[in-house]
Each structure stands twice: as C-alpha cells, then as structure tokens.
C-alpha cells in the first residue's frame, strides 16, 4: 500500500474516532465569503458552517440575492483536537458569481440541525466591472497578482490567479492605445497554462456601443510554447477581434472573467480547484478626425490602393464590356461607400455588384464589377472620380485618383442573310412536312420546343411507361428494405439496448462526421462555431455509446478513469488532448475554418484505432 492511500486511510479513522467521541456537544452555525470584493462574473465561494455536527439542513430554500447565479456546491467535514477535546464541523460551499455591479448583502441563511432552527449572519459583498479594481481572496494581505512582463505596444499585463500560482496566466491586449475614430485596433484574449484546465465558465469582451468588431479567432487557437519570466507555458488565444470605434473619447473596455478547475500548487494531493482570472480593462484613446476633409472624403480611415480596368475597350453595338474597380487596403473598407461614376445616356448598366474580401495578410480587398452595354456607335466615355481616405500613418487626407475609360464603338457586324436564316418547320397530324417557313431568328436567345405531333405523342406514351415501371420497381425496394430492417429489429429484440447501442456506435459516428464534412465545404467562416459544436457533440456521443460512460463524465480528467485499460494509452493521451483542446476553442465565436478539416480528418483517424482496439479486446 503506497504512503498516500495509508495516510487517507488513516485521517478517515480519525475522523470517524474524533466524531463519535466527541465532548464538545455545543453548536453554532455562520457563513464567510473567501473575498470581500469581485467583479462581475467573477467566482466567488460562500461557506455554510456548523460546528458540533456532522450535517446540516436548511429551514427554507437559500436565496442569494438578486444578480447573483450559483454555479456548482461542495460538501466537507472537518476534526480538531484541542487539549484533549475534539470537536467536529460541517460545511457546504456554494460558488457563485454575480451577474450586476452593486453592492449585495447575503443571508442571514435559517438552518435546521436536529430539530433545532439555527441563524446564520449576513455577509456583504461589492461588485465592481470587470477591471476596475483588483480582486482579492481576503484572506491576502497583498493585491498583486500581475506577472509584470508587459509586451511592447500593448497595455495588457499577465494576470495570475494569485501571487502564489503562477501556473494560469491571463492577458488582454490592445497592439494601440491612441488611435483616430475608425482606426483599427487589434484585441487579443491569451491565456497561458502549466497543467490541466477545466472550463466553468468564460465572461467575453465587452466593447463600446459604438465599436464595430470583426472575430479574427480561429478554430486552432493553440499557438504554441511561450517562456513567461522564465516558466515555459502552452499558449492559447481566447479571442481576437480586430475593432473600428466610430465615435472620438475616452474608453474603458472592462477585462474579461475566466473561471476554471485548476492545479492548486499548494494541494498535498494536487487535486484541482476552482479558480477565477480576471485581466485588466483597456484604455483607449480615440481621436476625432482633422477638420479639413476634402469634399469627396467618404469615411475611408487607413492605407489603401485602388486600381481600375476594363476587359476590352472596343466592341461593336449592344456588345458588353465588364469594368472591374478594386479597392484594397488595411483599414475601414466596410464603411466605404459605392463607387461612383459618370456614363452617358446611350450606354446601359446591365448589372453592377461589389464583393468584400480578406487576404491572408489582414488585407481587405473591395471589388465593383459593373456590365454595360452600349446602344450607340461611336466614342463613350466612363468617367471614375478620385476617392479620399484618411491616413492613419501620416495623419493627412490622401486621394486614389480616379480615372477614364473610353469605348470605342462599331456597328454591329453581324448581318442579315439567307445563310444566317433559321428554318421553322411544322407538320401535319400524320406527321408529314406541311409548311417550310424561313424566318430570321438572329435576335432570339431561346426557341419553345413543338408539342402535339404524333411522334412527340410516341414519346410521351414511352416516357409514361418508363415511368409507371420505375414507381413498381422503388415501391418493392421500400418494401424489401422495411422487410429486412424487421428480421434485423426482431434477431436484436433480445439484446440489451446498451450492447445495441456499443455495436452502432461507430456506425453513427460515421454517418454524423460524413455529414458534418460535406456540410463544413459549403459553410461560411461565420459558422465555423457551429461546426465545432457539432463536432464535439459527435465525439462525444460515440464515447456515450461506444463505452456507456455518462455525459458529464466526458472531460480530460475523467476519460482516464473510465476508458483505462479498454483502450490503448497512447490513443487515450490523444483523446484527452482533442478534449482539452475543445474546451479552449469554445471559448468564444471562431469564424475562420482554416484548420478545421485537418482536424475534423484527425479524430476519424483517431476513433478508427479506437473502434479497432476496442472491438479486438471483445473478441
């Protein structure tokens, strides 16, 4: 027996020895808080306290106060023996966290021992925003918990859960603390580990009214190893967002709420704990724009490029010439207008559309692709002004000069003739030729097929019994199929659901990933979200299925338990990593799919292996 089960073993004879003959039969009953302070969406713990007895009841249901949420609850007993009496208490913690700012007093709690009506005091608590002042356990003396390792060109610092933990680091930043209105700023979301977490829950950025936001995060938001003050962590991006504030001032972006189970380093038996990282809020400084905007200025606020062309430039009368005007850049293009121009009457916008595209660089291109047909000869002229924007870089209004395409016009060479005629041909009920009319056809773009002949009549007769015989011929297949599925429903109508389920498992795994593939090529980086939920979801159904292991039970803490020794290790190591890395990457929304078929090819890689050593083992 190694030296920690002995030692559990014998606390518990302790505890059990201490309780029945203990001499203190007094009992009291209070609640504490483990902080006075904490922002919003914070966690925080309230303990229910009894001494002198084993368990507790409540008189009438708990309430904590309005905004306040609990989260999950714990149960423990503690032992003392103090100048040879011992004496034994009862505790219940409750996590909770508050939705509000405001200042909330909680209890006092009616609790019910033996038949006995106990009440508790009443505890207060402030809830500030999130990052507008420091939250500590109160029972530190300090208020540090900052890594001060600031990078350059940010104002975000690393925060720790405490300034004796040091294995969970926390970190917001801004890559610009002072920008003009409408000028990008990039936010990162970083969260740096040492060992396992376990989400609880995740309080976003929240961001001005008057921001607009795009989401750069990606499905693989693992980035790597990072060396912190000289501690190697895996770092993970939480959120990216790239934000354009419209309007000039002075803003605060509260710093975002992380709770998770974590490694406690203070733990004898290092099990895990909740926990709760808060970062600090961003400052930003917008500034408005200079006052002397030209009078073709539209809004554009960054670097930008524009080019224009046409794919020909002579072309014979009602001929179609595509213009294609491209604006690209770094900067607002979103809020760009319309390309303007200017065109004679005797040309016609057959159709006109724009496109907004991101290269891989952070580039947005803007594209305007416009048709127009002339409808006269001669000389025409399509006339694009200049466009102005703002330069962040230089602080000045710039122009993209604008330009002129000529078209050069012919008469249409495409005449009339006999040869160029088209023969229209009708016929009699009995099907011979009646009347050959030439018609000219050159101005038709589609021809109506001739119905009621006698030959089209055959036709229709071959095709109606083609019909009837496909019908005959599904109808017995669905009749078939129905008859098998009832043999295989009745050969399985003695088997256990659970054993039914374990031998399908795979095949619904198949199906449900085959389905999410040919779903995730037609989706939208807005849905890529979406996708991931789906995936997760799929996986972790199979395991449900496959191993009759619990829902709850699906975590990278507990599949070691529950699948030791039905699988192989190494395939179990890879789980727990795929596992953990979903609970980062449903932090927040992730519109970009660029890794996302890899790994949706990598878990059906992985769960082949798995149904492979599983099924070998049961043979």
């Not at 905007?293 to 179609?320: C, E, Q, R």
Request: glycine residues 6%; contains cysteine.
């Amino acid at each position: 027996m190694n030296m920690k089960k002995s030692f559990c073993i014998v606390w518990i004879l302790l505890i059990c020895g201490m309780s029945i003959f203990a001499a203190n039969k007094e009992v009291s009953v209070r609640i504490y808080l483990n902080k006075d302070s904490v922002v919003v969406g914070e966690m925080f713990k309230l303990s229910v306290e009894a001494s002198g007895v084993q368990s507790l009841d409540y008189a009438e249901p708990l309430d904590f106060g309005p905004n306040i949420t609990q989260i999950r609850s714990e149960q423990s007993m503690s032992s003392s023996w103090v100048n040879g009496v011992s004496s034994v208490s009862y505790t219940i913690a409750y996590y909770l966290r508050a939705t509000e700012k405001g200042d909330y007093t909680i209890g006092p709690f009616k609790v019910k021992i033996r038949r006995d009506i106990y009440e508790t005091n009443s505890v207060e608590i402030k809830v500030d925003e999130a990052g507008s002042s420091p939250s500590v356990p109160s029972n530190q003396g300090g208020n540090n918990n900052s890594v001060n390792n600031q990078q350059p060109g940010g104002n975000g610092s690393y925060k720790a859960v405490d300034r004796t933990n040091r294995n969970y680091l926390l970190r917001v930043n801004a890559d610009k603390t002072e920008v003009y209105k409408n000028e990008p700023v990039m936010i990162t979301v970083d969260l740096y580990i040492r060992a396992h977490v376990q989400t609880i829950s995740y309080e976003a950025l929240k961001l001005p009214t008057a921001a607009w936001t795009e989401n750069l995060s990606d499905s693989q938001n693992l980035k790597g190893s990072e060396t912190i003050n000289g501690i190697s962590y895996q770092h993970y991006e939480i959120e990216k967002k790239r934000v354009f504030i419209s309007r000039e001032g002075d803003y605060d972006i509260p710093g975002v709420v992380y709770n998770f189970h974590g490694l406690s380093p203070s733990s004898f038996f290092y099990s895990y704990e909740p926990m709760t990282l808060v970062s600090d809020p961003i400052k930003l400084k917008v500034k408005p724009l200079p006052p002397n905007a030209p009078a073709n200025y539209s809004g554009l606020v960054g670097d930008f490029t524009m080019n224009i062309s046409a794919d020909k430039t002579t072309l014979d009368a009602k001929d179609i010439a595509a213009l294609t005007v491209t604006i690209e850049g770094m900067g607002n293009l979103h809020a760009g207008k319309d390309i303007e121009y200017k065109i004679d009457d005797t040309i016609d916008v057959f159709s006109s559309k724009n496109s907004l595209d991101e290269a891989k660089s952070g580039m947005k291109i803007k594209r305007w692709e416009i048709l127009l047909q002339p409808t006269e000869t001669g000389t025409h002229t399509v006339v694009f002004p200049d466009v102005s924007y703002f330069d962040v870089k230089s602080g000045q209004y710039k122009v993209l000069p604008g330009k002129t395409i000529t078209l050069n016009v012919t008469e249409n060479r495409r005449k009339s003739s006999e040869d160029d005629q088209s023969k229209v041909i009708h016929y009699n009920e009995d099907g011979t030729k009646r009347l050959n009319v030439v018609r000219d056809l050159s101005d038709i773009t589609y021809i109506r097929m001739n119905v009621g002949s006698k030959q089209d009549r055959l036709n229709y007769d071959l095709w109606f019994n083609l019909f009837v015989i496909i019908y005959i011929v599904v109808i017995i297949a669905i009749l078939l199929l129905l008859f098998v599925r009832f043999i295989i429903y009745r050969k399985n109508s003695d088997t256990p659901d659970e054993v039914v389920r374990s031998k399908n498992a795979y095949k619904v795994f198949a199906a449900a990933i085959a389905k999410l593939q040919k779903s995730h090529k037609s989706s939208t980086p807005h849905e890529t979200a979406n996708t991931i939920d789906s995936l997760y979801k799929i996986l972790e159904l199979y395991f449900v299925q496959k191993f009759n292991i619990d829902s709850v039970e699906f975590t990278s803490r507990a599949l070691q338990d529950k699948l030791s020794g039905k699988i192989g290790q190494e395939s179990l190591d890879k789980l727990r990593d795929y596992v953990l890395q979903f609970d980062m990457m449903r932090f927040g929304g992730a519109d970009s799919s660029v890794n996302l078929s890899d790994l949706i090819s990598q878990i059906s890689v992985l769960i082949r292996e798995i149904e492979h050593q599983a099924n070998g083992k049961t043979e």
